[in-house]
């Protein structure tokens, strides 16, 4: 009879287990981030092979995100063929999710937040990054805050609005040549990308936001010589990246840009650095100092892995804490620090002439 009774019992256990689990992925069909936490399938996404963490890799000290890079959109306005963050998707986290995520952070230590995408101002017009802005500088006091763009889309309004609350803008510029941009995937109809520089240039420094050149040196631009117009921009730094392939992203076959056409040897990448080593602003990154030496976080908040030459994702930091999602990072916090990752990155504290 007891037997009976527990095979009953197990039954109906079972049964309501099965109606639970078919409950729960109905929800993540609405929750996306929540599923990618839980690897259930998700529609219209490719599942990929869990990635198989090392036993030691679980027992390593967490790095502190003394800086993050937030990707929170993959979207963009431009065609850069060597993007390493492409449109594989075009889900961006509600605002007070974003919000939640960007708290944790703080609390865990970050000092430097970096909003980038994709294009940050393509959501909402701007809005979502300008919120986003506002509620690190105002609400938990970062030190400092910055965005990457590619600057087509900024107005003056956004300055306006946001601008207090902006330490730093840099802004992709590859070329001072505008046919080698529009070559490059840098170009949006009869815009100029270089003429809008200097627009945003001068408003920097009408709302007192420090002003960053970001340049990726590649088969296209490699022999150009920007001293001159690195200099009259004047900006507080110019970062000049060496063309990275990562795979999945603008490498392979999975990946949505054949960035191989674009990249450039150690020596290329060399002869451009020493055409342009009188520019005091310089701030060079050659792919072997870029790889691991950032911590990025894509659009559901993983941290990304990059030292397999793919972005292979943490679970979410909304899931499982930044401690135990950062120790998946792959960051190099000692190659951080050698590369001057952290620098007099608050407004307040540089002595700029506005």
């Not at 990457?148 to 900024?154: D, E």
């Not at 070559?183 to 109809?189: A, V, Y």
């Not at 002003?211 to 920007?226: A, H, Q, T």
């Not at 504290?349 to 506005?354: A, E, S, T």
Request: glycine share 6%.
């Amino acid at each position: 009879m007891h037997l009976v009774i527990l095979a009953r019992l197990l039954s109906v256990g079972r049964a309501v287990l099965a109606a639970l689990q078919g409950q729960l992925r109905k929800l993540c069909w609405s929750l996306t981030p929540f599923c990618l936490s839980l690897s259930l399938p998700l529609p219209g996404r490719r599942q990929d092979s869990p990635r198989r963490w090392k036993r030691e890799e679980w027992d390593d000290a967490s790095p502190t995100p003394t800086s993050v890079n937030y990707h929170f959109t993959r979207q963009c306005n431009y065609k850069c063929g060597f993007c390493f963050h492409t449109a594989k998707t075009s889900f961006v986290l509600p605002l007070e999710e974003a919000k939640r995520g960007l708290a944790m952070l703080k609390e865990a230590g970050m000092e430097k937040i970096n909003f980038s995408g994709g294009e940050p101002f393509l959501q909402d017009r701007g809005e979502f990054v300008g919120k986003l802005v506002q509620f690190c500088k105002q609400e938990l006091e970062l030190p400092s805050v910055s965005i990457v763009s590619n600057g087509s889309l900024i107005r003056e309004r956004w300055f306006k609005k946001y601008g207090e609350y902006l330490d730093i803008l840099a802004i992709s510029c590859d070329s001072f040549d505008e046919d080698v941009n529009v070559l490059i995937g840098r170009g949006q109809g009869k815009k100029n990308h270089v003429e809008n520089l200097h627009k945003l240039r001068q408003w920097c420094r009408e709302y007192a936001v420090a002003f960053k050149i970001n340049s990726v040196i590649n088969r296209f631009n490699v022999e150009e010589d920007m001293n001159e117009q690195i200099k009259a921009l004047n900006p507080v730094r110019w970062k000049v990246f060496q063309c990275l392939l990562i795979e999945g992203e603008n490498s392979g076959e999975d990946a949505l840009r054949e960035a191989e056409k674009f990249v450039i040897s150690d020596e290329d990448f060399e002869k451009f650095l020493d055409r342009h080593k009188d520019v005091s602003c310089l701030v060079p990154e050659s792919n072997q100092k870029m790889r691991d030496s950032y911590l990025i976080l894509d659009e559901y908040m993983r941290f990304l892995n990059c030292r397999n030459g793919r972005k292979e994702p943490s679970k979410s930091i909304l899931d499982v804490g930044v401690e135990a999602a950062i120790k998946f990072s792959g960051f190099d916090e000692k190659m951080f620090l050698t590369r001057g990752g952290k620098y007099v990155w608050s407004k307040a504290d540089m002595k700029l002439d506005w």
